[in-house]
């Protein structure tokens, strides 16, 4: 449906979870240790997260056990076969697992003694973000999910947020492979025209998303921190490394801005890459 597939999704998790920018993650713990009377949360009330284009729930894997003890995790996609993926993984990365009849759309997790319940929730945020935005939550998160968003769409999601915002690995458009090859910039460029295109939300942000989020956020007076959170990959992530030239080279295909012959030589080249560094940023906002 999205063309995000569960296996993409697996084989990126590590260097996913690798990438996040430490300090940015202990800020956003740090701010709810402190907020944490202001959020009138109890034991009863489990601290609530809504998690944008979850795909299958890495980044509830990420961020989990930097929260507390007991959570409730709203999972949102428009692609059913992700959030089963979600279900799926999720059960097999907790310690024990609990299904109830009356509530098909949640499980119950136990992780690390962390109590987490999780429901999954299919909507396509093209349309109906701001009816998600107005769940009850203490946060929103996303990750690699605002770069396919427009502009405009960006725009309005940070007029629909009231609550902190904390969101990982949006493309920032630096990509370093080693050793360099003579088509590197070309195929760059023809990788970006490709980004910029419409994927479901109108014409893509893509490396400018964490800026327009910035400045939207910043207008309405939320306090906005940036952290950059690269991937570093080499020879031991050889299959990611190969996934990604690969998939670049395809969509560097549909756009017919590099000769065929360049593009197959950039790719021959790129499948034996000793490393490369794929530039991201993630984002942490709260209002004031
Ligand atoms: C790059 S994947 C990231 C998945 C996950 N957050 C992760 O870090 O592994 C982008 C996700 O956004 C979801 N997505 C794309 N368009 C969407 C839409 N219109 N509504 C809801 N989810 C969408 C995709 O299905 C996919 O799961």
């Not at 590590?14 to 202990?26: E, F, I, K, T, V």
């Not at 349309?127 to 935005?133: F, G, P």
């Not at 964490?210 to 910043?218: E, F, G, K, N, Y």
Request: net charge negative.
């Amino acid at each position: 449906m999205t063309g995000f597939s569960a296996q993409w999704l697996a084989l990126r998790e590590p260097a996913d979870h690798r990438a996040r920018h430490p300090g940015l993650c202990a800020q956003m713990t740090a701010y709810f240790n402190t907020a944490e009377s202001g959020l009138g949360r109890t034991a009863e009330r489990p601290f609530r997260m809504v998690d944008l284009g979850c795909g299958s729930g890495s980044n509830l894997r990420a961020i989990a056990p930097a929260l507390p003890a007991h959570q409730h995790w709203t999972l949102v996609d428009y692609d059913p076969a992700l959030l089963m993926a979600a279900r799926h993984a999720l059960s097999q990365w907790a310690d024990q697992v609990q299904v109830s009849d009356a509530r098909p759309h949640s499980i119950t997790l136990v992780k690390d003694h962390k109590h987490i319940e999780v429901t999954f929730l299919q909507e396509d945020l093209a349309v109906n973000v701001e009816r998600v935005l107005a769940m009850p939550t203490d946060l929103v998160t996303a990750a690699a999910f605002f770069d396919l968003v427009s502009p405009d769409w960006l725009v309005r999601f940070c007029q629909a947020l009231t609550v902190p915002l904390y969101t990982v690995l949006t493309y920032d458009g630096t990509e370093i492979w080693t050793p360099p090859h003579a088509a590197d910039q070309k195929m760059l460029q023809a990788f970006h025209a490709h980004q910029a295109t419409d994927k479901g939300f109108g014409l893509s942000a893509g490396p400018d998303a964490t800026d327009i989020l910035r400045m939207a956020l910043t207008a309405r007076g939320f306090d906005v921190q940036v952290g950059s959170s690269p991937w570093q990959l080499g020879v031991s992530d050889r299959d990611l490394m190969s996934a990604l030239a690969s998939g670049s080279a395809n969509a560097v295909a549909e756009t017919k801005l590099v000769a065929n012959e360049d593009r197959q030589d950039w790719l021959s080249a790129r499948l034996r890459a000793q490393s490369c560094q794929i530039g991201h940023w993630d984002l942490f906002a709260t209002p004031s």
